[in-house]
Structures are given as structure tokens and as C-alpha cells.
Nanobody, 124 residues
């Protein structure tokens, strides 16, 4: 089983930047993807971005393309989410999650291991 621990959330003004980190440990496989998903109050959990563990292929939700960048550091088993030009609609709890399926899916239901989440608040 894989363990995921997020860090880096906080309060930032609109237009600002923030970087989230996800420390990955435990049992992983080369076909796995590690993703970031978020949930705002009163809303469904939604996909933000993901990266394949072996090839480094990246996937993004349309509303974060060009603003968010997901990356990995294989030496430290850490996944990063660099967020720029943040707006108030990005306010949410951000979760790091692992997907062990062979085919990419942005559905939160397909992510099987989750971190505890980190809060990101963007003020206007």
C-alpha cells in the first residue's frame, strides 16, 4: 500500500503562487499515476493534475492548464504541484492520490490511495 503526505498549503492573494508537495512512500508500481485532486466546500471532489510514475507523462484539468505544473523528483519520491496565477475559485482542500490502473482516468473514484489533504485559500 502506498502512503501519501501533502504539505505546502496556505493563504495566498489572487494572482499569487503556491507549491504543494506530496511525499510518496510504500509499495508503488511503474504503471501508477500520482495525482492532485481538490474539493471546495459544497462541491464535488475534482481532478486537477496527474503524473505517471515511470514515464513522467502529465495530465491536467482544462481550468488549470497553463497555470499549474505537476512534476516529480524520483530521488526523493516527491510529487510537486506548482500553482501560479491563483484565483479565488482555486480555494479548496488539495489531496494527493495514487491511481494504480493501467488506463488514465480523471475520475476521483479511480484513485485508490489518498493523503490527508492540505488547505489552499486564495483571497481576493
Amino acid at each position: 500500500q502506498v502512503q501519501l503526505v501533502e504539505s505546502g498549503g496556505g493563504l495566498v492573494q489572487a494572482g499569487g503562487s503556491l507549491r504543494l508537495s506530496c511525499a510518496v512512500s510504500g509499495r508503488t508500481a511503474s504503471n501508477w499515476r500520482i495525482g492532485w485532486l481538490r474539493q471546495a466546500p459544497g462541491k464535488e471532489r475534482e481532478f486537477v493534475a496527474a503524473i505517471s510514475w515511470r514515464l513522467g507523462r502529465t495530465y491536467y484539468a482544462d481550468d488549470v492548464k497553463g497555470r499549474f505544473t505537476i512534476s516529480r523528483d524520483n530521488a526523493t519520491d516527491t510529487i510537486y504541484l506548482e500553482m501560479k496565477n491563483l484565483n479565488t475559485e482555486d480555494t479548496a482542500t488539495y489531496y494527493c492520490a495514487a491511481d494504480g490502473s493501467w488506463v488514465f482516468s480523471s475520475s476521483p473514484d479511480d484513485f485508490e490511495s489518498w493523503g490527508q489533504g492540505t488547505q489552499v485559500t486564495v483571497s481576493s
